[in-house]
């Protein structure tokens, strides 16, 4: 087969503002090398693979570097030396001092081939220029590159090793073979070093003049000569191309997500940190880090959807233990680092999903992170979750279904709870089953395998894609009624399950080492007024409010002993006495801040200020009166409890939410239906009575029993 290599194209790549859609050369493969990354990151970074090649027109030829994407290419040997390929997306960088083209996209023409003439490295150099330049004080380099938003390649005047009078040298051109890359791709030095190689003279004259004081000759790179800087504003790169020996970058890029600011604590002090994710109209992805005072210069500025300028930041590896992106490295920003909002650009895509079936989550290992899209066929009611540290989480759990038979728990966190998650509650209640697109779920081995949002995920209800039209159509026809496979189990029975006031003590639940979690329907029969709250601390450790109680000084200050500081101020929190009753039976129960203001629907300090400063005792009495006879959906957590030697189960309510009869209603026709499936209908009257079958469903529709709900 004829093959036709682009004439010149390597000097045309090398020192011309090539743009990479104007201008696709075939070239040949050189050589290939596999290098490794910087170490750093730890873990699974280190030593992260990539491929230098030798790029051949024919005559010249000059280092690339395959972008991570194509290494698959190498690795199958699909390209190898002798290649024939097209540069379809290439750009050039300036890697210590030397011009590298950073190759984005290529096809394969032909995977082997002889070598096609005699290339020598680009540009050449001859034995008198390079003895010239050791007697010349360093030639100023200029950079002349345009800052044009579609040209990523600069122009580079490089050196002129000319200048001066010619010194004779025996005519030795530097021999170049196949596997010859020159001083980049061997020189070990680090940045900022000098190579150790000396010039050799072969003619004795040549040698430098003797110093018979015995004084250190001056280096041949000593500053004897006025010296540019590189003023010129910098190129827009491509995400894929940034790495981290470059100086001078600037990239342009949509943000596609954007996570909560969350605050740490360790052997360094308080600190906090965000993150935010880039998409670029190259496809490449790459995450953002923000700490402490550089938090408070971008954070309000970085919106999801708009497209920004980023310049100036620390490159390094990608942890992948926090890092689900499609990329080697991410980006710290530092107080240099600037961030500059620009017009939106179309050529930017606001999002890229790559949706895996959830039949392929039964072979993905635990923590793995994927896009997936299917149809919710229900959704549990919040909770809320204790964490390590003490703070308290939200959560809520519910059911996706999609074309590949297959039935997933999804858990959606935090925000996502009353923002999307009610949503798609009000959608189910009014009898629609939704399409939900997640970016970024994390796979959990967990009751079978579960998926969950992480601090990146994003939710997209009714989204306007080709494969959620064709989800819908198909749920719509054959889906609803298709047999799924469920990939996970349901929860054990005294996880957060809906238990009766009678069942905490019959089955002793809280009395194991760790609390239980339960769901009552119950009626809040009285709230104590006198001691409905408390004067805490307003401190804040790590990512929550201390919280503790502070005592009043008497000089108008309140001192926290656990923080050991004094304040100015104080917050109000709650710590409601709530008695709550079912038909079979009641309980006294704690409730504090959060739950607190889902009862009553006040602030603290506003009840507080009402009674004691403003003393308006009737309002006060009106707002607590409101809240009796009331049914609400509590969420307990039921605990042991041991004081003066005197164990007691004490139960604390994490969230109340009053009672949707319609959405209650639907609870007991899925349970009835889920009964009679696994019992013989004509035996429930026989062995437990119709009366005994209803009481059970009573703790449903609270004091009324289940006729109350369904008549």
């Known amino acids: 087969m004829s093959i036709n290599l682009t004439q010149g194209s390597i000097p045309q790549i090398s020192n011309t503002d090539t743009k990479s859609n104007e201008f696709k050369p075939i070239v040949q493969v050189y050589d290939v090398r596999l290098v490794q990354s910087p170490a750093g990151g730890g873990g699974e970074n280190n030593n992260k693979e990539r491929y230098r090649v030798l790029l051949s027109d024919g005559v010249w030829h000059q280092q690339g570097m395959l972008a991570t994407q194509q290494n698959e290419l190498v690795r199958n040997n699909q390209l190898r030396k002798g290649s024939i390929v097209l540069l379809t997306d290439f750009v050039c960088n300036m890697i210590r001092d030397r ?162 600011l969350r605050r740490y604590n360790n052997a360094k002090g308080d600190g906090k940190v965000f993150s935010f994710d880039l998409l670029d109209a190259h496809g ?177 209800i009714q989204p306007d894609f080709p494969e959620a039209r064709k989800l819908k159509e198909w749920f719509d026809t054959v889906g609803k009624d298709a047999p799924s496979v469920s990939l996970s189990r349901e929860f054990a029975p005294q996880t957060n399950s809906i238990k009766t006031i009678s069942q905490i003590k019959d089955e002793k639940l809280g009395t194991s080492e760790k609390p239980d979690w339960i769901t009552v329907n119950a009626t809040i029969w009285h709230v104590k007024p006198d001691t409905f709250c408390y004067t805490a601390c307003p401190n804040t450790v790590g990512d929550r409010k201390c919280g503790k109680k502070v005592v009043n000084d008497g000089d108008g200050k309140w001192r926290c002993d656990k923080c050991d500081q004094t304040f100015d101020e104080c917050e109000y929190r709650y710590m409601l006495q709530v008695h709550i009753q079912d038909h079979t039976g009641m309980i006294w129960s704690t409730a504090f801040q959060e739950a607190g203001e889902e009862i009553l629907n006040h602030s603290a300090k506003d009840l507080y200020f009402m009674k004691y400063e403003d003393q308006d005792e009737d309002r006060f009495a009106e707002i607590f009166r409101n809240v009796y006879f009331n049914e609400y959906s509590l969420t307990l957590k039921v605990k042991e409890e041991t004081y003066n030697d005197i164990p007691s189960v004490k139960s604390t309510i994490s969230k109340a939410e009053k009672i949707k009869f319609s959405t209650n209603t639907k609870n007991l026709l899925r349970l009835l239906e889920k009964t009679t499936k696994t019992e013989n209908p004509s035996l429930i009257s026989q062995n437990t009575g119709l009366g005994q079958q209803v009481g059970t469903m009573g703790q449903y529709g609270g004091s009324g029993g289940m006729f109350n709900v369904l008549c």
Not at 148 to 157: D, K, L
Not at 164 to 182: R, T
Not at 361 to 384: H, Q
Request: aromatic share 6%; glycine share 8%.
């Open 99 to 260: 011009v590298i083209i950073i190759i984005i996209n290529l096809n394969v023409v032909l995977s082997d081939h002889d070598i096609i003439g005699d290339p020598k490295p680009y540009p050449p150099k001859s034995a008198e220029s390079m003895q010239s330049s050791l007697n010349q004080p360093p030639a100023t380099v200029t950079d002349t590159r345009n800052s044009t938003e579609g040209s990523f390649v600069g122009s580079v005047t490089r050196p002129n090793f000319n200048v001066g009078p010619p010194v004779q040298a025996p005519q030795h051109q530097p021999s170049v073979g196949p596997n010859s890359y020159g001083n980049s791709f061997n020189n070990t030095s680090g940045p900022g070093q000098h190579n150790s190689t000396r010039p050799t003279f072969l003619n004795p004259h040549q040698q430098p003049p003797a110093n018979n004081r015995m004084q250190p000759i001056p280096p041949m790179y000593s500053n004897r000569g006025p010296m540019a800087k590189n003023e010129a504003p910098p190129k827009i790169l491509p995400i894929v191309a940034l790495n981290p020996y470059q100086g001078r970058w600037t990239i342009k890029a949509r943000v596609t997500a954007k996570g909560e």
């Open 284 to 460: 490449g992805e790459i995450k953002v880090t923000c700490f402490n005072a550089v938090v408070d210069n971008f954070y309000d500025l970085i919106e999801v959807g708009k497209v920004y300028y980023v310049s100036r930041g620390s490159i390094k590896p990608a942890l992948k233990a926090f890092n689900h992106l499609k990329n080697d490295y991410e980006i710290t920003l530092d107080q240099t680092s600037t961030v500059q909002a620009c017009d939106d650009d179309t050529s930017i895509p606001g999002q890229q999903f790559s949706f895996r079936n959830l039949s392929d989550i039964e072979g993905m290992d635990n923590n793995a992170v994927l896009d997936v899209i299917g149809i919710v066929t229900s959704i549990e009611p919040t909770t809320s979750i204790t964490k390590k540290t003490g703070g308290e989480v939200l959560k809520r759990v519910l059911k996706i279904k999609d074309m590949s038979g297959r039935i997933i728990m999804l858990t959606i966190w935090g925000n996502f709870c009353n923002a999307e998650g009610q949503t798609l509650q009000n959608m189910l209640d009014s009898g629609e089953f939704p399409v939900l697109a997640v970016k970024c779920a994390k796979v959990n081995e967990f009751n079978g395998k579960t998926i969950g949002t992480i601090h990146s995920s994003q939710l997209l």
